[in-house]
């Protein structure tokens, strides 16, 4: 039996099923909406990068004593569903989810880490890092809006579905694994209250830069 | 423009797309017939095994001034066809899929770095490795006959299934690649016989030896 907080444990786990996930689902984008050879392998070399964060948490994770399948077990309908419902039905909405979606959980996994141990943050830290995903997302996306900017509505009501989805899991998440939620928001009192407005304000922030660099957003 | 011999740009070429959609075939396989989350780790695992091997190829194609894309654009074809026409039903047909057509084919991309150079061939040799994939397909598959045996005569069946197709795929790819074909058998003349004779019976002892490791041959 580990002895690692319960908290530490949902959080290693839910990011090593997010990662193998990612891992998966990029892959099946690759396969099946790259609209050439190199994009193809890209997404691939992007896919492979989660792929090592994934063995990094579960490597962490049976280092603790815990059974990497029991800890990312509860996370699967969670995450499935997302991935159900965000299915992209092109190589721009590939680009999107990838950055924009992808984003957005990663930044509720960073926020989760503020209150771990130094230890679990720094694996965290690493296994969140972003290796080249968003750049390729961006520069090719706004090489398709330049071509054909009205494409941009569409991607824009994208990235919003993606991301009340997120919330939507999110919650779903929450609801069940309380100590991965306390570890987002201190439980119990009234007082959370400001400091769950200040972090739905950087999640908010980072969502806006990351539209903004997709060209998704009305100029000033 | 390179002036690496066509033979070679083809082999790396031909090997780098092999590579490239071994990997997204086998993320596929893990995502969609893994009956577990430990065997969809697994397979991924192996899957990024392949798209190592795939950097391997492209990065050395790129270094002596070939488009990787252009390299392996007139094997996408071939190979598609084959992966399309051996789609595993389930997930003891991806684990000999993995290992008795994997195998191989990789056996025909070995036979033919006999005849390059040897910088070539030591990573072609190195692009072959095995690490693990043959292991962990030979303990499911022999696991699972164990728990209910008659399921051989159908594996048995799908995995003569494989090697037609790759075969047939192979014919293929070598009759409009004249360059390549000439790694396995010189061209030209009657005197090659007996050693394509050779190369084909060591394809076969190679193939026997895979279908005994995995209990689907008869005993002695």
């Known amino acids: ?48 990068v989660e792929h090592r964060h994934f063995r990094l948490l579960r490597d962490r994770l049976a280092e603790v004593g815990v059974d990497p399948e029991e800890a990312m077990a509860p996370f699967v309908d ?15 909405e590939a680009l999107v989810k990838a950055y924009v979606g992808t ?11 503020r209150r771990v141990d130094p230890g679990t943050a720094a694996l965290v830290e690493e296994a969140l890092a972003d290796e080249g995903r968003s750049e390729f997302a961006v520069e090719r996306v706004r090489a398709a809006l330049k071509t054909d900017p009205k494409v941009s509505g569409r991607l824009a ?22 100590a991965l939620a306390a570890l987002l928001v201190e439980a119990g009192d009234g007082e959370d209250l400001p400091e769950i407005g200040r972090m739905f304000a950087r999640l908010t922030e980072a969502h806006g830069k990351r539209m903004a660099a997709l060209g998704l957003t009305p100029g000033p």
Chains 1, 2 share one sequence.
């Open 78 to 92: 969670a995450l499935d569903a997302w991935h159900a419902q965000t299915r992209p039905a092109d190589w721009l």
């Open 157 to 178: 009501l994208w990235a919003r579905r993606l991301v009340g989805e997120a919330l939507s899991q999110a919650h779903r998440v929450a609801a069940v694994r309380p």
């Open 1 to 48: 039996m580990s002895d690692t907080p319960t908290g530490v444990v949902d959080l290693l786990g839910v990011l090593a099923y997010a990662e193998l996930t990612a891992f998966l689902r990029l892959a099946e984008d690759a396969a099946s909406l790259a609209p050439s050879l190199t994009d193809r392998a890209a997404l691939s070399d992007l896919a492979a």
């Open 103 to 113: 984003g957005i959980s990663m930044d509720f996994y960073r926020e989760a880490a």
